[in-house]
């Protein structure tokens, strides 16, 4: 590499040339537009992690199935430690999925699954302050196991001794969630619209 | 940094004769001749995708500690993170090794197309749109010929020099200028009427240009079949992304196991004796009714581990569950309990290898209504779960460290081995064939397995 600082290149002053440029960019932007139009689809699954600030996350009907939640707390830079509740779901179908997240005075939103393809989620997991349902089902469900136990999403667990609980199977009809963290595996998000402004109902 | 940039003089950088440098003038000449020396817009822009695409994941995680950041993420958020670090590598390098810049250009326009299914969508469109810019122009950066810098090689250093000649044609001549020493062409030195071709700015130098025969200019790209075969290459990549993800999608349940399994290797120590993490793995799906589970609860419904709990429930254990030992408390104003019965006193494993003595109960139901609260209190958090009803159904198992509730008039408190509760455990027959309702429940340390529990308006939250 030194060896190449003599030569030529180090040393002569260079510039872009657009042609160049327009013969590299057209074939990348081509690509990365199926790219986008097959996640629109739902025929290629995202991969999603966002944190750092709080956002809401809602949905007409959530069904899961592995299911476990407990306590932990996040650290954010804004308010300190903040507890949530970390919910983890194997595999989740999320029906007319909304996600706003605020990125300094920009509100970005995100939909999905609003037809009849829900959303489709793997090992979702969720550190959230707030959730709220009009209704939930649990089938198989175990409550007050110890956190450090938890097995039903594999992967995660909290902390040993705290207070966690788990079900085969969960379905939570209108969900709101404030959360902190929201990751997963492989999220498939047909009918993908994603905007600025706005929030979500 | 900054980004001021002079809109003349493409390739020389000229400074006039009356302004001698200062030490800022200095830094900022030699800042600008290091900028333009090589693609640096170019390594800049894929750069800052790159961090934009590893900011998104890791602002707010970085307080969880290094573990529990890899339990989170799994491994389709660390190769998110891995893209956006390649990024930045390949920006980093482009302005260090500018001769490697059409490979790192390249790859970098391949990371930021991949970034969109691998990277929250691109870092929200952002990153992708950064790399591919950066990218195509770093790759689309070029050395200008070396051919048509003859007016440097003609005199010293400092020296002021006097045009007979209109040698540049930007200025009209180099009256009044010195120049620096490090941009010697080679060759060509003695063809100043080259110049006029060679320095035009805008020209592409593959646009057929006559002159320069004797070099081959070994910066000139040959023709479009090289172009082309440039063109090709993220478009074979691209193809077999395409046809990955396609694979992916449609092996999704099933994988789903796989790389957890890679990621309970990596980062947990697994410390539930029974390692069997397989969620449904059945043709059922999202279906409901009692699943395959691998949660330790023995008291699941249609269960070969029901019938062993039965076998030694007089015994009262919990066989291989851990109980929270974090405080917890259920409040409802009213419990209905199907065939309640009282099982004796367990001791319950607890995290930390001792035990914690229990009561345990069962009951084919148990509805609890008015203003359900579930509160949790550990490490100086409170969560508070509320609900108007809570309906466990299907062999409800409940262990409690103390149980308190009025039945009419009647308020008792129930802890293991008081008086009560031995009068229960005499009654047991007898409470199992009755529907009890009890107002104004307690219930300490729960532990609860049921069949399934239907929840009204749920409402959770963490403060």
């Given at each position: ?122 090992n979702l997991i969720v550190d959230a302050s707030s959730l709220a349902g009009s209704s939930a089902e649990f ?63 | ?117 691998a990277s929250n969508l691109g870092g929200f469109f952002i990153g992708m749109l950064l790399a591919i810019a ?269 149980l308190s509730g009025c039945l009419g008039a009647l308020c008792v408190t129930l802890t293991p081995g008081n ?45």
């Amino acid at each position: 590499m030194s060896g190449n600082r003599q030569v030529s290149d180090m040393a002569i002053v260079g510039r872009v040339r657009w042609k160049r440029l327009a013969i590299v960019i057209a074939p990348a932007v081509a690509i990365a537009a199926i790219l986008i139009g097959l996640t629109a689809e739902g025929a290629i699954a995202a991969n999603v992690s966002v944190s750092g600030q709080q956002f809401l996350v809602t949905a007409t009907q959530l069904n899961g199935t592995g299911f476990e939640q407990f306590g932990s707390d996040v650290t954010s830079s804004g308010s300190g430690t903040q507890p949530v509740i970390v919910s983890g779901i194997g595999s989740a179908t999320l029906n007319s999925l909304c996600q706003a997240v605020k990125a300094g005075p920009i509100t970005m939103r995100l939909t999905a699954g609003q037809g009849n393809t829900p959303v489709q989620a793997t090992n979702l997991i969720v550190d959230a302050s707030s959730l709220a349902g009009s209704s939930a089902e649990f089938h198989g469900i175990t409550i007050g196991q110890d956190a450090g136990t938890l097995t039903a999403t594999p992967g995660t667990a909290g902390a040993s001794g705290g207070f966690g609980e788990q079900a085969a199977t969960i379905t939570i009809k209108n969900l709101v969630q404030h959360t902190w963290l929201t990751t997963a595996g492989t999220f498939t998000l047909p009918g993908l619209h994603l905007s600025f402004g706005g929030s979500c109902p | 940094m900054p980004n001021h940039k002079e809109p003349s003089q493409p390739f020389l950088v000229w400074r006039a004769a009356g302004e001698r440098p200062g030490p800022y003038g200095a830094w900022r000449e030699s800042w600008q001749r290091w900028r333009r020396t090589r693609p640096f817009w170019g390594g800049l822009l894929l750069g800052l995708g790159g961090i934009e695409l590893i900011a998104i994941p890791l602002t707010g995680v970085l307080g969880h500690g290094a573990i529990r950041l890899v339990i989170y993420i799994g491994i389709g958020g660390v190769f998110g993170v891995l893209i956006g670090a390649l990024m930045v590598t390949c920006g980093v390098l482009i302005c260090v090794n500018p001769p490697h810049r059409t490979f790192y250009g390249i790859a970098g326009i391949l990371l930021g197309i991949l970034s969109f299914p691998a990277s929250n969508l691109g870092g929200f469109f952002i990153g992708m749109l950064l790399a591919i810019a950066g990218g195509g122009v770093a790759f689309a950066w070029t050395p200008l010929p070396p051919e048509p810098d003859p007016p440097v090689v003609i005199g010293e250093p400092g020296e002021s020099w006097e045009p007979d000649e209109p040698t540049d044609p930007g200025t009209g001549g180099l009256k009044g200028y010195t120049y620096y020493e490090e941009f010697q062409a080679p060759e060509g030195l003695d063809e100043p009427d080259e110049l006029d071709d060679a320095e035009e700015p805008g020209e592409p130098d593959e646009s057929g240009e006559p002159g320069e025969p004797e070099v081959p200019g070994e910066s000139r790209a040959p023709s479009g079949l090289r172009y082309l075969g440039l063109a090709a290459v993220p478009l074979v990549l691209a193809a077999s992304l395409l046809g990955a993800p396609g694979a992916r999608a449609t092996a999704a349940a099933p994988q789903q196991g796989a790389g957890s399994c890679i990621l309970l290797i990596i980062c947990l120590p697994s410390p539930n004796p029974s390692p069997t993490p397989t969620p449904s793995p059945g043709p059922t799906g999202t279906g409901t009714g009692p699943q395959p589970s691998a949660s330790p609860s023995p008291g699941q419904p249609g269960q070969p581990g029901k019938s062993r709990h039965k076998g030694k429930h007089r015994t009262a254990s919990g066989p291989d569950l851990v109980a929270a030992t974090a405080t917890s408390v259920i409040t409802a104003s009213s419990a209905t309990l199907d065939a309640f019965v009282y099982q004796g006193a367990a001791n319950v494993p607890t995290a930390d290898g001792g035990t914690v003595k229990m009561m345990k109960f069962t009951a084919t139901s148990m509805a609890l209504s008015g203003d359900v609260t579930a509160t949790v209190r550990q490490r100086g958090s409170t969560a508070v779960t509320t609900s108007p009803t809570f309906d466990f159904t299907g062999s409800v198992v409940l262990y409690a460290t103390k149980l308190s509730g009025c039945l009419g008039a009647l308020c008792v408190t129930l802890t293991p081995g008081n008086a009560v509760t031995v009068l229960l455990r005499l009654t047991g027959g007898l409470t199992g064939q009755l529907t009890l309702t009890l107002t104004h429940v307690i219930t300490d340390q729960p532990l609860v397995m049921a069949g399934s529990l239907q929840s009204g308006r749920l409402s959770l939250s963490a403060g």
